[in-house]
Protein backbone atom coordinates (compact mmCIF):
# COMPACT_ATOMS: atom_id res chain seq x y z
CA UNK A 1 0.00 0.00 0.00
CA UNK A 2 1.41 3.66 -1.01
CA UNK A 3 1.65 6.28 1.58
CA UNK A 4 -1.32 8.01 -0.27
CA UNK A 5 -0.15 -0.72 3.33
CA UNK A 6 -0.95 -4.41 2.64
CA UNK A 7 -3.91 -5.98 3.89
CA UNK A 8 -4.33 -9.33 5.85
CA UNK A 9 -7.72 -9.53 4.67
CA UNK A 10 -6.93 -10.32 1.02
CA UNK A 11 -3.37 -11.96 1.34
CA UNK A 12 -2.21 -11.84 4.24
CA UNK A 13 26.84 3.09 15.14
CA UNK A 14 26.92 5.93 13.13
CA UNK A 15 28.59 5.76 9.65
CA UNK A 16 31.94 6.55 8.53
CA UNK A 17 31.28 9.31 6.11
CA UNK A 18 29.31 11.70 7.98
CA UNK A 19 28.45 14.76 6.54
CA UNK A 20 26.63 18.02 8.68
CA UNK A 21 24.75 21.28 7.34
CA UNK A 22 22.33 23.01 9.21
CA UNK A 23 20.24 24.30 5.92
CA UNK A 24 19.22 27.91 5.79
CA UNK A 25 15.81 29.39 4.57
CA UNK A 26 15.85 29.57 0.73
CA UNK A 27 14.18 32.80 0.77
CA UNK A 28 14.33 35.57 3.23
CA UNK A 29 14.60 33.83 6.14
CA UNK A 30 12.16 33.20 9.14
CA UNK A 31 9.91 35.92 10.41
CA UNK A 32 7.06 36.34 12.61
CA UNK A 33 5.41 38.35 15.36
CA UNK A 34 9.04 40.19 17.68
CA UNK A 35 10.90 38.29 15.41
CA UNK A 36 14.93 39.12 15.94
CA UNK A 37 17.56 38.41 13.62
CA UNK A 38 19.89 38.11 16.72
CA UNK A 39 17.38 35.50 18.00
CA UNK A 40 17.49 33.65 14.88
CA UNK A 41 20.83 33.48 14.32
CA UNK A 42 21.54 32.06 17.69
CA UNK A 43 18.72 29.74 17.22
CA UNK A 44 20.37 28.36 14.40
CA UNK A 45 23.67 27.74 16.36
CA UNK A 46 21.74 26.07 18.53
CA UNK A 47 20.51 23.11 16.13
CA UNK A 48 24.16 23.78 14.39
CA UNK A 49 25.44 22.14 17.77
CA UNK A 50 22.52 19.50 18.20
CA UNK A 51 23.04 18.15 14.66
CA UNK A 52 26.88 18.24 15.39
CA UNK A 53 26.55 16.00 18.26
CA UNK A 54 23.88 13.54 16.54
CA UNK A 55 27.01 13.32 13.70
CA UNK A 56 30.02 12.99 16.14
CA UNK A 57 27.99 10.51 17.98
CA UNK A 58 28.95 13.33 21.49
CA UNK A 59 26.27 12.74 24.13
CA UNK A 60 27.57 15.57 26.51
CA UNK A 61 27.06 18.03 23.53
CA UNK A 62 23.73 16.49 22.37
CA UNK A 63 22.72 17.57 26.13
CA UNK A 64 24.34 20.76 26.49
CA UNK A 65 21.93 22.20 24.17
CA UNK A 66 18.67 21.25 26.29
CA UNK A 67 17.21 23.59 28.68
CA UNK A 68 19.52 23.07 32.23
CA UNK A 69 15.95 23.73 34.14
CA UNK A 70 14.22 21.71 31.88
CA UNK A 71 15.63 17.90 33.84
CA UNK A 72 12.58 15.67 32.42
CA UNK A 73 13.27 16.76 29.02
CA UNK A 74 17.05 15.99 29.91
CA UNK A 75 16.28 12.46 31.07
CA UNK A 76 13.99 12.28 27.45
CA UNK A 77 16.77 13.40 25.12
CA UNK A 78 19.05 11.13 26.70
CA UNK A 79 17.17 8.38 26.57
CA UNK A 80 16.40 8.67 22.47
CA UNK A 81 19.91 9.75 22.02
CA UNK A 82 21.00 6.02 22.95
CA UNK A 83 18.20 5.15 21.33
CA UNK A 84 19.83 5.99 17.84
CA UNK A 85 23.48 4.68 19.14
CA UNK A 86 22.64 1.76 15.84
CA UNK A 87 21.34 3.59 13.19
CA UNK A 88 24.02 4.01 10.80
CA UNK A 89 23.35 7.54 9.67
CA UNK A 90 25.07 9.36 6.80
CA UNK A 91 23.93 12.98 8.00
CA UNK A 92 21.10 15.14 10.27
CA UNK A 93 20.61 18.37 8.96
CA UNK A 94 18.10 21.27 10.38
CA UNK A 95 16.38 23.61 8.07
CA UNK A 96 15.20 26.51 10.23
CA UNK A 97 11.53 27.43 8.79
CA UNK A 98 10.00 29.79 10.86
CA UNK A 99 10.64 31.67 14.33
CA UNK A 100 8.06 33.09 16.58
CA UNK A 101 9.50 34.83 19.07
CA UNK A 102 7.75 36.09 22.66
CA UNK A 103 9.61 37.43 24.93
CA UNK A 104 12.75 34.89 26.01
CA UNK A 105 10.74 32.02 24.07
CA UNK A 106 10.37 31.33 21.43
CA UNK A 107 8.87 28.41 19.18
CA UNK A 108 10.62 27.51 16.08
CA UNK A 109 9.51 25.40 12.72
CA UNK A 110 12.04 23.42 11.32
CA UNK A 111 12.19 20.60 8.81
CA UNK A 112 14.66 17.61 10.27
CA UNK A 113 16.59 16.22 6.85
CA UNK A 114 18.73 12.94 7.68
CA UNK A 115 20.38 9.77 5.69
CA UNK A 116 21.02 6.37 6.52
CA UNK A 117 24.58 5.34 5.35
CA UNK A 118 24.39 3.41 2.06
CA UNK A 119 20.72 3.36 1.68
CA UNK A 120 19.61 6.30 1.13
CA UNK A 121 20.12 8.72 -1.61
CA UNK A 122 17.65 11.47 -0.90
CA UNK A 123 17.18 12.41 2.61
CA UNK A 124 13.85 11.16 5.09
CA UNK A 125 12.41 14.72 5.92
CA UNK A 126 10.42 15.23 9.08
CA UNK A 127 8.60 18.68 10.05
CA UNK A 128 9.63 19.42 13.92
CA UNK A 129 8.13 22.00 16.13
CA UNK A 130 10.91 23.11 18.59
CA UNK A 131 10.54 25.36 21.86
CA UNK A 132 13.20 27.43 22.75
CA UNK A 133 13.91 29.24 25.95
CA UNK A 134 16.88 32.24 26.10
CA UNK A 135 19.45 31.61 29.09
CA UNK A 136 22.30 34.16 30.25
CA UNK A 137 22.10 35.00 26.60
CA UNK A 138 22.13 31.90 24.79
CA UNK A 139 19.37 29.57 23.31
CA UNK A 140 18.12 26.44 24.76
CA UNK A 141 15.93 23.29 23.37
CA UNK A 142 13.30 23.17 25.74
CA UNK A 143 10.78 20.58 23.69
CA UNK A 144 10.95 18.64 21.03
CA UNK A 145 7.83 17.40 19.06
CA UNK A 146 6.14 16.40 15.51
CA UNK A 147 4.30 19.40 13.97
CA UNK A 148 0.82 18.74 13.60
CA UNK A 149 0.15 16.10 11.51
CA UNK A 150 3.10 14.51 11.42
CA UNK A 151 4.41 11.47 12.85
CA UNK A 152 7.41 9.67 15.55
CA UNK A 153 10.60 8.97 14.71
CA UNK A 154 11.41 5.25 15.41
CA UNK A 155 14.25 5.94 18.30
CA UNK A 156 11.40 8.32 20.10
CA UNK A 157 10.02 5.29 20.91
CA UNK A 158 12.41 3.00 22.43
CA UNK A 159 15.96 1.54 21.64
CA UNK A 160 16.40 0.92 18.05
CA UNK A 161 17.65 -3.03 16.97
CA UNK A 162 19.33 -3.22 13.31
CA UNK A 163 19.47 -5.86 10.93
CA UNK A 164 21.44 -5.40 7.67
CA UNK A 165 20.40 -8.16 5.04
CA UNK A 166 21.95 -8.18 1.31
CA UNK A 167 19.15 -5.70 -0.14
CA UNK A 168 17.90 -4.12 2.85
CA UNK A 169 18.16 -2.60 6.85
CA UNK A 170 15.48 -3.31 8.89
CA UNK A 171 15.27 -0.96 11.82
CA UNK A 172 12.70 -2.15 14.96
CA UNK A 173 11.74 -1.32 18.47
CA UNK A 174 10.69 -3.97 20.90
CA UNK A 175 10.38 -6.43 18.68
CA UNK A 176 13.04 -10.03 18.95
CA UNK A 177 15.89 -10.35 16.58
CA UNK A 178 14.50 -13.16 15.17
CA UNK A 179 11.43 -11.23 13.75
CA UNK A 180 13.52 -8.59 12.31
CA UNK A 181 15.83 -11.30 10.50
CA UNK A 182 12.65 -12.98 9.07
CA UNK A 183 11.38 -9.59 7.65
CA UNK A 184 15.01 -9.07 6.20
CA UNK A 185 15.08 -12.53 4.90
CA UNK A 186 11.83 -11.29 3.29
CA UNK A 187 13.04 -8.30 1.91
CA UNK A 188 16.24 -9.43 0.29
CA UNK A 189 13.68 -11.59 -1.85
CA UNK A 190 11.46 -9.05 -2.45
CA UNK A 191 14.87 -6.41 -3.80
CA UNK A 192 15.73 -9.14 -7.12
CA UNK A 193 11.76 -9.91 -7.66
CA UNK A 194 11.03 -5.83 -8.28
CA UNK A 195 14.52 -5.53 -10.17
CA UNK A 196 12.97 -8.55 -12.86
CA UNK A 197 9.37 -6.93 -13.18
CA UNK A 198 9.90 -2.84 -13.20
CA UNK A 199 12.84 -2.50 -16.06
CA UNK A 200 14.11 -0.14 -14.41
CA UNK A 201 17.13 1.73 -12.64
CA UNK A 202 16.02 2.51 -8.85
CA UNK A 203 18.16 1.95 -5.60
CA UNK A 204 17.91 -1.33 -5.59
CA UNK A 205 17.51 -1.67 -1.42
CA UNK A 206 15.07 -1.04 0.70
CA UNK A 207 14.69 0.32 4.68
CA UNK A 208 11.93 -1.61 6.98
CA UNK A 209 10.61 -0.05 10.01
CA UNK A 210 9.38 -2.65 12.31
CA UNK A 211 7.57 -1.21 15.72
CA UNK A 212 6.42 -2.42 18.73
CA UNK A 213 2.46 -2.56 18.08
CA UNK A 214 -0.26 -1.27 16.23
CA UNK A 215 -0.20 2.03 17.97
CA UNK A 216 3.77 2.41 17.80
CA UNK A 217 2.39 2.04 13.93
CA UNK A 218 0.10 4.88 13.78
CA UNK A 219 2.38 6.99 16.14
CA UNK A 220 5.07 6.64 13.30
CA UNK A 221 2.41 7.72 10.49
CA UNK A 222 0.88 10.51 12.41
CA UNK A 223 -2.65 8.72 12.21
CA UNK A 224 -4.91 7.24 14.81
CA UNK A 225 -3.70 3.68 14.91
CA UNK A 226 -7.50 2.02 14.18
CA UNK A 227 -6.78 3.66 10.29
CA UNK A 228 -4.07 0.95 10.43
CA UNK A 229 -5.59 -2.13 11.79
CA UNK A 230 -5.76 -5.44 10.06
CA UNK A 231 -3.26 -3.72 7.27
CA UNK A 232 0.12 -5.90 7.07
CA UNK A 233 2.32 -3.03 5.99
CA UNK A 234 2.43 0.69 4.64
CA UNK A 235 5.01 2.42 2.25
CA UNK A 236 5.66 6.20 3.19
CA UNK A 237 6.97 8.63 0.76
CA UNK A 238 6.29 11.46 -1.78
CA UNK A 239 5.62 10.92 -4.88
CA UNK A 240 7.92 12.40 -7.40
CA UNK A 241 7.57 12.55 -11.08
CA UNK A 242 10.68 14.14 -11.70
CA UNK A 243 13.88 14.03 -10.19
CA UNK A 244 15.18 12.43 -6.36
CA UNK A 245 12.12 11.44 -4.38
CA UNK A 246 12.56 11.56 -0.50
CA UNK A 247 14.00 8.55 0.80
CA UNK A 248 10.95 5.65 1.46
CA UNK A 249 10.10 3.76 4.33
CA UNK A 250 8.54 0.46 4.58
CA UNK A 251 6.35 0.24 8.10
CA UNK A 252 5.27 -3.01 9.29
CA UNK A 253 2.24 -3.59 11.49
CA UNK A 254 3.41 -6.30 13.74
CA UNK A 255 0.26 -7.25 14.69
CA UNK A 256 -1.01 -7.97 11.63
CA UNK A 257 2.23 -9.53 9.86
CA UNK A 258 1.98 -11.98 12.14
CA UNK A 259 -1.15 -13.16 11.28
CA UNK A 260 0.38 -14.19 7.56
CA UNK A 261 1.97 -17.17 6.12
CA UNK A 262 5.20 -16.86 4.52
CA UNK A 263 3.93 -16.72 1.09
CA UNK A 264 1.54 -13.78 2.60
CA UNK A 265 4.41 -11.85 4.21
CA UNK A 266 5.99 -12.06 0.99
CA UNK A 267 3.67 -10.58 -1.26
CA UNK A 268 3.11 -8.02 1.91
CA UNK A 269 6.82 -7.02 1.87
CA UNK A 270 7.52 -7.61 -2.56
CA UNK A 271 4.34 -5.13 -2.80
CA UNK A 272 5.55 -2.20 -0.73
CA UNK A 273 9.05 -2.90 -2.24
CA UNK A 274 7.99 -1.92 -5.42
CA UNK A 275 6.25 1.48 -4.27
CA UNK A 276 9.86 1.96 -3.36
CA UNK A 277 11.54 0.82 -6.64
CA UNK A 278 8.06 2.79 -8.63
CA UNK A 279 8.40 6.28 -6.58
CA UNK A 280 10.39 8.47 -8.51
CA UNK A 281 7.74 7.16 -11.71
CA UNK A 282 4.66 8.16 -9.92
CA UNK A 283 3.06 11.25 -9.96
CA UNK A 284 -0.66 13.09 -8.99
CA UNK A 285 -1.58 11.50 -12.33
CA UNK A 286 -1.03 8.46 -11.28
CA UNK A 287 -4.30 6.13 -10.47
CA UNK A 288 -4.59 4.18 -7.23
CA UNK A 289 -5.70 1.22 -9.56
CA UNK A 290 -2.52 1.75 -11.25
CA UNK A 291 0.14 2.28 -8.23
CA UNK A 292 -1.57 -0.22 -6.32
CA UNK A 293 -2.61 -2.82 -9.29
CA UNK A 294 1.25 -2.61 -10.46
CA UNK A 295 2.34 -3.09 -7.10
CA UNK A 296 0.05 -6.38 -6.57
CA UNK A 297 1.13 -7.55 -9.90
CA UNK A 298 5.03 -7.78 -8.92
CA UNK A 299 4.16 -9.58 -5.66
CA UNK A 300 2.15 -11.85 -7.21
CA UNK A 301 4.15 -12.14 -10.59
CA UNK A 302 5.56 -16.07 -10.62
CA UNK A 303 3.66 -16.67 -7.04
CA UNK A 304 1.24 -19.47 -9.59
CA UNK A 305 -1.54 -17.84 -7.69
CA UNK A 306 -4.98 -17.89 -10.00
CA UNK A 307 -7.45 -14.75 -9.88
CA UNK A 308 -9.82 -16.88 -7.94
CA UNK A 309 -7.15 -17.85 -5.31
CA UNK A 310 -6.06 -14.21 -4.95
CA UNK A 311 -9.13 -12.24 -5.78
CA UNK A 312 -11.79 -13.78 -3.60
CA UNK A 313 -14.00 -10.47 -3.07
CA UNK A 314 -14.30 -9.76 -6.45
CA UNK A 315 -14.94 -12.94 -7.55
CA UNK A 316 -17.74 -12.99 -5.37
CA UNK A 317 -18.94 -10.01 -6.77
CA UNK A 318 -18.57 -11.60 -10.31
CA UNK A 319 -20.62 -14.57 -9.26
CA UNK A 320 -23.36 -12.40 -7.91
CA UNK A 321 -24.28 -10.49 -11.17
CA UNK A 322 -22.10 -7.21 -9.72
CA UNK A 323 -19.68 -7.07 -12.18
CA UNK A 324 -17.80 -3.52 -11.53
CA UNK A 325 -19.01 -1.05 -14.71
CA UNK A 326 -15.30 1.11 -14.02
CA UNK A 327 -12.08 0.51 -12.99
CA UNK A 328 -11.53 1.12 -9.29
CA UNK A 329 -11.75 4.77 -8.64
CA UNK A 330 -9.22 6.41 -5.81
CA UNK A 331 -12.31 6.63 -3.34
CA UNK A 332 -12.58 2.84 -3.65
CA UNK A 333 -9.00 2.74 -1.66
CA UNK A 334 -10.31 4.46 1.48
CA UNK A 335 -9.18 3.20 4.37
CA UNK A 336 -12.53 4.07 6.06
CA UNK A 337 -14.71 2.32 3.86
CA UNK A 338 -15.72 -1.39 4.04
CA UNK A 339 -13.34 -3.75 3.90
CA UNK A 340 -14.54 -5.53 0.95
CA UNK A 341 -14.94 -2.77 -0.63
CA UNK A 342 -11.60 -2.11 -0.36
CA UNK A 343 -10.90 -5.69 -1.06
CA UNK A 344 -12.34 -5.48 -4.57
CA UNK A 345 -10.40 -2.02 -5.58
CA UNK A 346 -6.88 -3.74 -4.95
CA UNK A 347 -8.29 -6.93 -6.63
CA UNK A 348 -9.45 -4.98 -9.42
CA UNK A 349 -6.60 -3.02 -9.86
CA UNK A 350 -4.39 -5.72 -9.71
CA UNK A 351 -6.34 -7.90 -12.26
CA UNK A 352 -6.11 -4.43 -14.74
CA UNK A 353 -2.47 -4.73 -14.23
CA UNK A 354 -2.56 -8.51 -15.33
CA UNK A 355 -4.26 -7.73 -18.21
CA UNK A 356 -2.28 -5.37 -19.45
CA UNK A 357 0.99 -7.26 -19.02
CA UNK A 358 -1.01 -10.58 -20.63
CA UNK A 359 -2.38 -8.58 -23.34
CA UNK A 360 0.21 -5.79 -24.40
CA UNK A 361 3.24 -7.38 -22.88
CA UNK A 362 4.84 -6.77 -19.59
CA UNK A 363 7.16 -4.62 -20.92
CA UNK A 364 4.53 -2.10 -22.24
CA UNK A 365 3.37 -2.07 -18.88
CA UNK A 366 5.80 -0.44 -17.40
CA UNK A 367 6.00 1.83 -19.84
CA UNK A 368 2.43 2.69 -19.66
CA UNK A 369 3.02 3.44 -15.68
CA UNK A 370 5.82 5.73 -16.33
CA UNK A 371 3.96 7.66 -19.04
CA UNK A 372 0.74 8.17 -16.42
CA UNK A 373 3.07 9.51 -14.02
CA UNK A 374 4.72 11.52 -16.39
CA UNK A 375 2.12 13.76 -17.18
CA UNK A 376 2.32 15.48 -13.57
CA UNK A 377 -1.02 16.12 -12.88
CA UNK A 378 -4.51 14.60 -12.62
CA UNK A 379 -6.37 14.55 -15.85
CA UNK A 380 -6.14 13.34 -18.77
CA UNK A 381 -2.71 11.38 -18.08
CA UNK A 382 -3.78 8.09 -18.31
CA UNK A 383 -6.52 8.75 -21.44
CA UNK A 384 -2.79 9.42 -22.81
CA UNK A 385 -0.15 7.24 -21.55
CA UNK A 386 -2.97 4.10 -23.33
CA UNK A 387 -3.26 5.80 -26.58
CA UNK A 388 0.59 6.54 -26.74
CA UNK A 389 1.28 3.20 -25.20
CA UNK A 390 -1.23 0.50 -25.77
CA UNK A 391 -2.58 2.17 -28.73
CA UNK A 392 -6.36 2.32 -27.44
CA UNK A 393 -8.46 4.31 -24.63
CA UNK A 394 -10.19 3.85 -21.25
CA UNK A 395 -13.64 2.79 -22.64
CA UNK A 396 -11.86 -0.01 -24.52
CA UNK A 397 -9.09 -0.59 -21.79
CA UNK A 398 -12.73 -0.34 -19.38
CA UNK A 399 -14.39 -3.27 -21.39
CA UNK A 400 -12.00 -5.74 -22.19
CA UNK A 401 -10.91 -5.50 -18.31
CA UNK A 402 -14.70 -6.44 -17.58
CA UNK A 403 -14.37 -8.87 -20.41
CA UNK A 404 -11.56 -10.52 -18.83
CA UNK A 405 -12.81 -10.46 -14.87
CA UNK A 406 -15.49 -12.77 -16.58
CA UNK A 407 -13.54 -14.84 -17.60
CA UNK A 408 -10.84 -15.22 -15.07
CA UNK A 409 -13.26 -14.99 -11.91
CA UNK A 410 -16.99 -16.38 -13.58
Request: hydrophobic share 40%; with cysteine.
Amino acid sequence: MNGRGSRTGRRRAFGCALALCLLLPACGGPSGPGSSGTAERDIRRTLDRRAAAVVHHDESGYLSVVDPRAKGLRTAQRAEFRNLASVPLSSWQYRLEDVRLDGATATARAELRYRITGYDSAPVAARRTLRMVERDGRWYLDDDSPATGTGQQLWQQGRVRTVRGKHSLVLGVGGSGGLLRQVAAVADRAVPAVDKAWHRTWAGRVVVLVPSSLDAMGALLGSPAATYRGIAAVTTGEAGGAGAAPADRVIVNPEAYAQLGQSGRQVVITHETTHVATRTATSAATPLWLSEGFADWVAYRGTGSSPREAAPELQRAVRSGSLPATLPTDADFGFSDSADRLARAYEGGWLACRLIAEHWGEQKLTDFYRAVGAQGQSGAGVEKAMNDVLGTDPDAVTARWREYLRAQLD
